[in-house]
């Protein structure tokens, strides 16, 4: 009969004995898969020296998430990612049709249709005539700057955050008529931000920026996700401060929208790290979430409470049929569907390093996803630089240029500008519109990026790369400003004075 000491149990066990010199060996945290070294355990003393156990290390095979992301969040090519990520066999909804054409509503800085225009020349009865007898004679000229647009991504380019970037401001007036033909040139806003609704967002923009701004020109990251409104009845709507993105989806047109809230005041104990507090109870709106079916689960924004999003996000995603309290018997067919509104991994903020994005709490869950349930999570994704948002605003640059200039087409000569390669460059490159990089925001690089290179050039701030770009298309003594006593038929000032 054995004894313990001698059983196999204890030969097999790799423990060696070693000396007190271990013990302070700095432990290392860059294992890689395959590597055997030790872990230091403190045993007894002996002698004045401390001894220790080395027990070989090893990692949980589940802590090895590379296998368990989704292979092409984590390619290292943003092409290979534009191109496929979206592709499960199927296409991306947009909103279809002409937008509604509101210009009553042009947000104007002081108030709706305040004839006040800061930094423009004061509104006389003659100046509309006269721009049209200039245009009529610039026949060229015109359809040059007809046949042109701009699209700027906001925060880097035109605004830090609240903060103006006076380029930004002049670039507005520019497009909006201060330039020697007096004509509207057409431009349109794409950024990746979210968690407001659009008139919220361009009636701060048009403040800080001194000028009017359509929410007919305005997309950020969820604008697209409209189009989802006529797909799915009841869904569940994640992400952003309080209840502003159930604002959102209410505006979009979403008949029945559940957010996060409401499914932990009708079960608290599916969240149990959450303190939920009295006001929370009192602004949610709980159901009977076991006999409602969700139809689909729309990240609009930054999740502000991972833990609680994620474990909502993963029961709805493993039920039936997005019902709480079922588990699927099939993890694929019976998954209700679910998109994010951006990709980004990071966002640079007032912190010396940037933040954690949407991007990264998508790549968490899909690591999760996959490692309980042994299958890939299928998901769609909205924002630049993914395809869906440049074709949605193709849509709004042509629909814009029937407000402005009564002509519904598509410019032939676009220009992207922006100051992130990864997602405005790289955007604009792959859709085939020019790309200008400025150096107002994230780019602090040379020439010119190196993984993403803007086909247009670098610039120093966003009236340098305007005033290049119109240059080319209209011609190098094109004028930045308007003359209100320009003579139209002489071309000379003070004529008509
Ligand atoms: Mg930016």
Partial sequence: MPTFEDSDLVA??????TKSRDINRAPSNNLAVGDSPTLAIPSDIQDGTVTSIEVPATRNSVADTTNYMH?????????????SRNSFGTSLPIPRGKRQSRLSSVHYPDGPGAAVRPGMPPIQPSRDIIAAQLQDLAGEKVQAAKDMAFVFDIDGVLVHGDRLIPEGQRVLEILNGD????????????????????????DQLSQILKNPIHIDQFIQSHTPMRALAEYYKTVLVVGGEGYKCRE???????????????????DPTIAPYRVFTDEERKT??????????????????????????????MDLLQSENGRFHTKAKDPVSQRI????????????????FPRMSQGAFRIGLEAMYKSLTGVELERVVYGKPELATYKYADEVISSWMETIHNDEKLPANIYMIGDNPASDIIGGNMYGWNTCLVRTGVFQGGDNDEENPASF????NVLDAVKTAMKKELGQDFNFEFNEKINPVHGKGSAIE
């Fill in 12 to 17: 097999e066990t790799p423990l060696t004995q």
């Fill in 71 to 83: 292979n092409l969040s984590i390619s290292p090519s943003m092409k290979d990612r534009r191109g």
């Fill in 179 to 202: 330039n020697e033909l007096g004509i509207k040139i057409p431009h349109i806003f794409l950024t990746n931000g979210s968690g407001k609704p659009e008139s919220a967002r361009i």
């Fill in 248 to 266: 959102v989806a209410e505006e979009y047109g979403f008949q029945d929208i559940v957010v996060p809230n409401d499914i932990i005041a009708w």
């Fill in 284 to 313: 949610s709106r709980p159901r009977d979430f076991n006999k409602i079916n969700i139809d689909a689960i729309m990240v609009f924004s930054d999740s502000r409470d991972y833990a609680t999003d994620i474990q909502i996000i």
């Fill in 337 to 352: 569907p679910i998109y994010f509104s951006q990709g980004d991994m990071l966002c640079p903020t007032e912190h010396p």
């Fill in 457 to 460: 050039g670098v610039f120093a």
